[in-house]
């Protein structure tokens, strides 16, 4: 043995091999055992693989308009699964560039890469290096956790191989591509190209692929909706390994880095046609029916909605609700918050506010930061700062007053909302507090064609179509006189109207028309297209309050819910709008009851039909409830409202001739409606506060709801031809009006006055002063 220059012996060569020797051998049984570990313990423990060679995906709940635009989606996954052959070409390069470039080329265990993770775990610790392929990662999705612990990776391991043995690299990749989690609870790049990017997989350009590609191996760090920054730098990564490896050319490299990408910030939910209240109607159907199952067995929904008439009436809803909200004056801010002086600190407490506050479709949330020389200065969370100035601050005039109240004014720390105009140009707005519903159905067969259940589904889940029970007001009229026509009454019948007093409670009952005048004798035609109160209530009391309230049942009305006494000629009772839609669509229809019904079918993920709704035959005469010359003759006295009564501007903005409809306003307009119909559809719009309150002295159905329908309209009838109605048998016209053919000689009921009028019953008359209607 010889000695080194610090004095200490060095080992004979004799013993440096016996030392290899001896590390072989136990390197030699620790590969012996542990194979034995893997093949006598792990491997008979592996689960067996029916999950995947049977691979059933979870695909949720999804709602569709009857042209297949789809409008919801209800499912814990956001799932799309989508066949390997369909999946482009690039996706797949860009996922195995980042995932496993090797991915055709291993048995499931790349050990080049496991030489590196192994390297990396020992400089790092266990943990830090990964190297598992793409069907390790399947072996992990399906059948293990994602816990770094030795017995995990050994499973993870051994399950590789048995899936490669099982299935082909198409498959593997197959369910890999449509398995994966990749943020906003979407599974499957199918998925996630409609969440992030709110388009199909084979319309995503190289750089919005290698954006999805670096999501997988931690789809929170990299989401590029709550981290752009580290998605980018990511999304750069795939791109530069895409180009290493030759799939992409340097131009496309250069091209897809300078691309900038626009995300879909809606996520998975951002439909284009915005029918939130159509599509949880749906669900709840299809839920009390599949229970569960409802939202992982690819159930999908077909309704009756068209996407241009949903559409229009989304549009037309928000804007008159906006018109409105802003007729009435600026509110203030939202609230206030304190801006530290700390940068950091700032920014942090601008986005605590604004997170609190959910954009309402380009009502923006943001926070005032400066107001200074006739301009202001605001945060909408990002990173950009907005300087409105001009036409912008107007509708805020008075809280940029220097006498305007603490709760209005506008200083930094305040939390606001803005809008673009016009011009792309930022202005101050605010939320309606008002609420607002629009339903409209085919006049034949009761198919709902558009429904807006409120001004924003994302902070009112309450459907005021569908829920909302309030006062028609004057939109109730066309049903007493429709009564009153099965009693001999006509359009030219003369009512005196003049004041009228009835004993009501120990007081006396005066109904009143809403502008406080007579006209002393007018035509029932007149009565109605003037809203005239005191003619109307002198027609019930004529008629019979238990005739009428039996009566009105025709319509589908819940008598319960209407008043046994005159009231009701003034629409004190309570209806939903959808009620109000079925109601009128007997006059448009000729007198045949329909049932609103939203879902045309429900189909199952290999597209056999569960459910088909099958609606009575247009005209059956199993579901006519009203005499057809009923229907005709108020048919055209609500055509008279239209043209020259109190929905004047309807015929004459719309340009048809067969437009007919009612306005309705409640006492001190708390409630405003029009009902009408045209083209073969009927439709209703409603205004009014949640909880009761006048909308404004100056406004009336006429101004609230009737802009919201002829709206709707422009778009509904655009294709639709005009109807021109046949006077059915057994009517005539009698001095130019039309009247029923048995009341001819027995000269109807040609006048009604004070002294012609029955004996009004007590129980007809109001225990207590009721509130009055107009319009």
């Known amino acids: 043995m010889t000695a080194n220059r610090s004095g200490f012996p060095w080992p004979s060569r004799r013993a440096v091999v016996r030392g290899l020797l001896l590390a072989g051998c136990a390197a030699l049984a620790c590969a012996i055992g542990m194979a034995a570990y893997l093949f006598l313990y792990v491997k008979p423990r592996l689960?067996?693989?029916?999950?995947?060679?049977?691979?059933?995906?979870?695909?949720?709940?999804?709602?569709?308009?009857?042209?297949?635009?789809?409008?919801?989606?209800?499912?814990?996954?956001?799932?799309?699964?989508?066949?390997?052959?369909?999946?482009?070409?690039?996706?797949?390069?860009?996922?195995?560039?980042?995932?496993?470039?090797?991915?055709?080329?291993?048995?499931?265990?790349?050990?080049?890469?496991?030489?590196?993770?192994?390297?990396?775990?020992?400089?790092?610790?266990?943990?830090?290096?990964?190297?598992?392929?793409?069907?390790?990662?399947?072996?992990?999705?399906?059948?293990?956790?994602?816990?770094?612990?030795?017995?995990?990776?050994?499973?993870?391991?051994?399950?590789?191989?048995?899936?490669?043995?099982?299935?082909?690299?198409?498959?593997?990749?197959?369910?890999?591509?449509?398995?994966?989690?990749?943020?906003?609870?979407?599974?499957?790049?199918?998925?996630?190209?409609?969440?992030?990017?709110?388009?199909?997989?084979?319309?995503?350009?190289?750089?919005?692929?290698?954006?999805?590609?670096?999501?997988?191996q931690n789809p929170s760090r990299h989401n590029p909706i709550s981290n752009p920054k580290r998605a980018h730098a990511r999304q750069q990564l795939v791109l530069k390994r895409m180009r290493e490896l030759d799939y992409i050319s340097d131009g496309q490299y250069q091209q897809a880095l300078k691309q900038p990408l626009r995300y879909n910030t809606r996520g998975s939910q951002g439909f284009d046609t915005h029918a939130e209240y159509v599509a949880e109607l749906a669900r709840q159907a299809v839920f009390a029916q599949y229970k569960e199952d409802s939202y992982t067995k690819g159930i999908s929904v077909y309704t009756t909605i068209l996407k241009a008439d949903q559409d229009a009436a989304y549009a037309s809803t928000r804007r008159n609700v906006i018109a409105y909200d802003q007729r009435h004056g600026y509110r203030g801010p939202e609230t206030f918050i304190e801006l530290p002086p700390e940068p950091e600190l700032r920014d942090d407490a601008i986005d605590a506010a604004l997170q609190k506050r959910p954009d309402s479709d380009g009502l923006v949330a943001a926070v005032v930061t400066d107001v200074a020389n006739g301009k202001v200065t605001v945060d909408t969370g990002d990173g950009e700062a907005k300087v409105i100035t001009g036409a912008g601050l107007r509708f805020a005039g008075p809280a940029l007053s220097a006498k305007a109240a603490a709760g209005i004014k506008l200083r930094p720390g305040a939390v606001i909302r803005v809008s673009k105009d016009a011009k792309d140009n930022w202005a101050i707005t605010q939320v309606p507090l008002v609420a607002a519903a629009f339903v409209s159905l085919d006049a034949d067969t009761g198919a709902y064609h558009a429904m807006v259940g409120g001004f924003d589904y994302n902070l009112q889940k309450f459907n005021h179509v569908t829920q909302a029970w309030r006062q028609p007001g004057s939109a109730m009229k066309p049903f007493v006189y429709s009564a009153a026509l099965e009693k001999g009454f006509s359009p030219a019948t003369l009512i005196n109207d003049v004041p009228l007093e009835l004993p009501a409670g120990g007081k006396i009952w005066s109904p009143q028309n809403d502008d406080f005048k007579f006209d002393g004798p007018i035509t029932m035609r007149y009565a109605l297209a003037q809203s005239k109160n005191v003619a109307s209530v002198r027609i019930l009391r004529a008629l019979g309050v238990p005739y009428a309230h039996e009566f009105i049942e025709k319509f589908g009305f819940d008598p319960a819910r209407q008043p046994n006494n005159l009231t009701m000629a003034l629409g004190t009772g309570s209806v939903t709008p959808v009620q109000m839609a079925g109601a009128y669509a007997l006059?448009?229809?000729?007198?045949?009851?329909?049932?609103?019904?939203?879902?045309?079918?429900?189909?199952?993920?290999?597209?056999?039909?569960?459910?088909?709704?099958?609606?009575?035959?247009?005209?059956?005469?199993?579901?006519?409830?009203?005499?057809p010359r009923n229907a005709f003759v108020m048919d055209s006295m609500l055509r008279e409202v239209a043209r020259s009564g109190t929905g004047a501007g309807a015929t004459r903005k719309l340009g048809r001739s067969d437009i007919a409809g009612k306005t309705g306003t409640t006492s001190d307009a708390v409630d405003g409606w029009f009902a009408g119909y045209s083209g073969g559809i009927v439709a209703v719009a409603w205004m009014g506060y949640d909880e009761p309150k006048s909308l404004g002295g100056r406004e009336f159905g006429a101004t609230l709801a009737m802009p919201i329908w002829i709206d709707y309209m422009q778009t509904a009838l655009a294709t639709r031809p005009q109807i021109t109605r046949v006077a059915p048998p057994g009517l005539s016209q009698v001095d130019g009006e039309w009247m029923y053919d048995e009341f001819i000689d027995m000269n109807g009921v040609r006048t009604l006055d004070m002294d012609t009028e029955t004996p009004t019953d007590p129980a007809a008359v109001p225990e207590a002063l009721p509130v009055e209607t107009t319009q």
Do not use: C
């Open 47 to 216: 689960p067996a693989l029916d999950v995947i060679t049977d691979y059933q995906p979870k695909i949720p709940l999804r709602v569709y308009t009857a042209d297949h635009v789809l409008i919801g989606e209800f499912g814990e996954e956001h799932r799309d699964f989508m066949p390997i052959a369909q999946v482009p070409d690039m996706m797949k390069k860009a996922l195995m560039a980042i995932e496993d470039s090797r991915f055709y080329e291993h048995n499931g265990i790349d050990f080049v890469r496991v030489g590196g993770a192994v390297m990396s775990n020992l400089r790092h610790g266990f943990g830090h290096g990964g190297g598992s392929t793409l069907t390790m990662q399947v072996a992990r999705n399906f059948f293990l956790t994602r816990d770094k612990v030795a017995s995990r990776k050994l499973n993870e391991i051994m399950l590789a191989l048995k899936i490669e043995a099982a299935l082909s690299k198409d498959q593997i990749l197959e369910l890999y591509m449509n398995q994966v989690y990749l943020g906003q609870r979407s599974f499957g790049f199918a998925s996630a190209a409609q969440t992030y990017f709110g388009k199909p997989l084979g319309e995503l350009s190289i750089a919005e692929m290698a954006m999805l590609a670096g999501l997988p």
């Open 587 to 627: 006059f448009a229809n000729g007198g045949h009851q329909v049932e609103p019904y939203l879902i045309d079918r429900i189909v199952d993920a290999k597209g056999v039909v569960l459910m088909q709704t099958k609606p009575p035959a247009p005209g059956d005469d199993k579901t006519l409830a009203l005499d």
